[in-house]
């Protein structure tokens, strides 16, 4: 489809500014050098080419038909250009599951057709694509209208896109173009009735002249096939750069409505990206820059940024941007400093940020000090925050700078204060390296650069088994497990409870009592009462037989008084946890991408602040060390304000058990919430405190 | 200075591209019309022009002179200038104070040079200024080598920028021009032996060729010429936006090496900037960006965006963007979306963000869909994300644009997804607007339009008194006051504290328990041990005589075993506080902008997640208030999880008290930490459960 030796294009218009016309007239002033076969009943000749009625017409085999013709004639093209033997179709169309006025069935249909006759279809509602190599420009968008004398210098290793949206798909490849970039293919991919994104991307990681993969994302229709993809271009050490929307609600309700899917749940599409590798973007100025610093630098071995810059003021700006974005700007080594200071004006600076001054700049300051500096072990990355606006000429050896960077020995990222010169930014370019366009794009191009590997494939994850006893107590249920429940559940799977017991009657007590010893927390167990503290449900610290009986009694009452309809199983007497520090653990089972498992620090911090980080299930314990290390309440656990460190290797195996027995039960757990689980001292293991799961069938089926 | 009609460039050189050449030919080649005379004894003539041997030598009245010669001739020529009857000098030489190797009083006799003779003087180490309304390019930048024929469409309306840093001063200037905006005045202010940013800004906010101020700073010498300054812009209603950098400790060491200053405290500049009314930008892409929406937009009445789009994709990015930086895209109203749709196809969408789609954007849709959004009440702003990278044509009435801009009803923001073209800029600034570079900068220009007015000026305030019983308990202790001491201070001062009394032996304890009764705490009072409970120093909920005996034992053995050398007052029994949510109160004194007041959530929430809202003291109830609901752990207070609503308006009421008694007492209290204050519930008030407060002399004087 994407590299086609002859293309139809059904609809074509002599017209040159509507969408029919650009699509004939870009195909041929970009250079298309295959057959091209114009397909409209209106005319006979479009431009001095010969124009058919229909596509059987052609008599000649034709390896991409362009369908732009009305919405409801669309079917009878599809089927016209199947039976002509056309391998691959692009509807441009508009007016299918994207318009509340389509009729039922118009994209189905499509969908049906490919299944059907075998040829490949992209769109409806899609724009097209462009290939620069090959030179097909199967697209109206007037971004791939570039005149010839604009081309300038790029970067020699080409990005592909992949886009849901025509309209950002062309616009991350004008700004790219802008930067110096050099792009293999741009292909938007509509409502995805047959071909998706995620068959893009795999096309894209397997073609020679691709090296790196943009996505711009508004929902993954093919979850496996584009992990499999993912997992693919990973192999081929390909990097993938995703822009995912749908993270506001008002974002999510647009990109819904407008390519009729359903957007995924934020998290789970984190966790995703995450485990496989695909770095995340905000914006497109920001997805092209993590492109551009990932194809052109190696990984970086850690968060250490020198600095370096002629100007004193961009120097402490850059230091102040690039810590803020999480990384770090270290004092250099006395020996680093030395070096550097015995060619630079005594009113430069050297501890970092590096301020050569003009004075020191001249003469190869900038060039000698970018050479030191990549043989520092101290530092792992370097930032370059120079004037590149100079219309003529570049205040270095351009030569020695691309020698530099052609070792690849850490990543050098460069930064103009003043807007490069188109000059200025293709001798760059020229010698490798693209200039940021911003500080916040920078640092945000540091912080990819040192990120850690990604975790191994969990499908490599020995897979867990679910014990009958962990399902007869599910299968006993139906509706929310209550917290005994969850806990005999999570117990028969083989994860540590408190040990405890469930009084029916108030004699009950006595003997439990004896059992446990004292102090117990006292707790009513009800499927309907999942938030027992505030139902006034619970007691801690309960210390001797007549509290415990005034306990059992309170709880029931107020239970009663808060939901008088409950079903109550009766009132579970635990012993009580030693003190920790209060985290959660928990699972939520993502439509698409199955169970992504979470840890936050408890209270009031995951709801309040967010502090948790997740992860497609299941984990091995090194990931869920990652995991924990990843929290800004990472601190509470390592002994914060003179606490005893927390047993941290307990919780992370917690973590791990957790998200093996969530993948394990994938069939039927919908989520798991362990809140609190009580981290004791290091060596002293951690309590599940308290405990809810929630069964519920996989929407994918078994 | 600034508008000189004769300069003198003493220094001057033929070399037409170092500093001291260009500093000659930038002034002719912008167009200087008044008298310019080169000073250099070693030249006769230079380009044309006669050259003196020195200022003496000119014979005619001068302005300005713009002094590049070796740091050592400096003070020289400062004297002949002075002597000559020269007005103003800047100082471009470089090697004072931030030179290492400078002489010691070589920029200190500058400055006392200023005094003694009246001449001011910008500089040393200064990069000049130009003036682009009365073409004065007294610099070497080459930011202001800035070719005829490269003139473009600009604002009407004038920034003016004041730089600490050269570099980035003019950075801010070349980036500015790209984006169409117009500028009056570019200074740059180098060390600051005499004039300061501070005198800088007063200018620019008096000047009627100034419509807004882009400010760099790294320091702030002249706090109350700057305050002075600032108020002076606010009532002229010209916006003032700066970068401060020194945010990261990198930074803040770069800033003060370079320029041979103290950064100061973060929080106090920020504290500052918030009371000012001065926007605050990371980095010169969004100073520019919230220079260019203030200086062309009305303020918003709230954070309510409605989104207008072409490109379903953008439109959803746009949603995403604008909510992550704290904005709203509330669904439209009924009648809007009615009215939108009324002309857009039924693939398009309405509940916002809007895509018109191609179809609905041609004849005049965007246009239609601005004049009924700049009309519903229930939108504060319009973001507008188009692509205008035509080269040749705008597919939009331009006029029609202009028309509803000029009416300034609501903020209208553009955005172009492509590139915008220099055609698409120049038509969208002709019409009134800037085109933002990125959605990020677009959202953090909403966010300042819609921030909410600074508060009243603090000087309007009721000063608080200092009582003399209050003075006399800080006289009567050095070092920080324990808390028994900081809570009768307090209380001295007119604030509540709890009920307590200070024990010295074990007989007092039985009159004590006698007169406060029972649950109290128990707390080891020493100035050696401000972090009491990590000694083992506090007992809480203490009941029962035999209990508080052996607390009083437990924690003076503890403080005793954990700092055998402490001096210990005595043991503070007190009260014990009701439940309630606990919070810190806080006053750090910044050298030089005095007591910032801070607001947080208590425990480990204000250390890990910084989440804390800060004011220059004095605050009234109403800014007390509005610092709380700042805070994400506001939450806390209105009642989370079902917990009753707390006391916001006692506890506003306490930060208002404990600001004002910062201010107060400025010349002798360093610093106060009220933590943990128990928030009760609505009506109960709050109390303050421990408290530190630590004398120390102004280090401003008296």
Known sequence: MLSPRSVAVVGASPEPHGIRGALLRLMRKNGFAGALYPVNPSHREIDGLRCYPDVAAIAAAIDLAVVAVPAAAVPGVLEDCAAAGVANAIVISSGFDEDVMAPAGLQDGIAALARRTGMRVCGPNAEGFHNEVDRVTATFSPATDRDAGAARVSLGRRIGIVAQSGGMGFALYNRGCAMGLAF??????????DLTAADFLAHLAARDDTDAVLMFLETVRDPEGFVAAAQ?????????????????????????????????????????????GIAVARDPDEALALSAALLTNPPARGRRVAIVTISGGAGALAADVVTAAGLQVPELAAATQAAIRAFIPSYGATRNPVDLTAGGFVGGGLLRTLEILTRDDGVDQIAVAVTLSNTARVSFDISGLSKIIAERRKPVLFYSYTLPSPFGQDALVAAGTPVFASLETLAAAARVLARPAPPPDPAALPAAELPAAALAVVAATDGPLAEHAAKAFLAAAGLEVPAGALAGREQDLDGIAARLGFPVAVKVQSSDLPHKTEAGGVRLGVTGVPALRAAFRDVLAAARAHAPQARIDGVLIERMAGPGVEMIVGVTRDDAFGPVVMVGAGGVMTELFHDTACRLAPVDEAEALSMLRELRSAALLEGFRGAPKADVTALARLVAQVSRLAAAARDRIAEFELNPVIVHRAGDGCTIA?????????????
């Open 690 to 702: 308290d405990a809810l799961v929630v069964p519920g069938p996989d929407p994918r089926g078994a």
């Open 232 to 276: 693919a271009a990973r192999r081929a050490g390909k990097p993938v750069v995703a822009i995912k929307i749908g993270r506001s609600a008002a974002g999510r309700a647009a990109a819904s409505s407008h390519t009729a899917s359903m957007a995924g749940w934020d998290t789970a599409y984190d966790a995703l990206f995450q485990r496989l």
């Open 184 to 193: 293999s293919i741009v292909a938007t991919t509509g409502n995805e009735a």
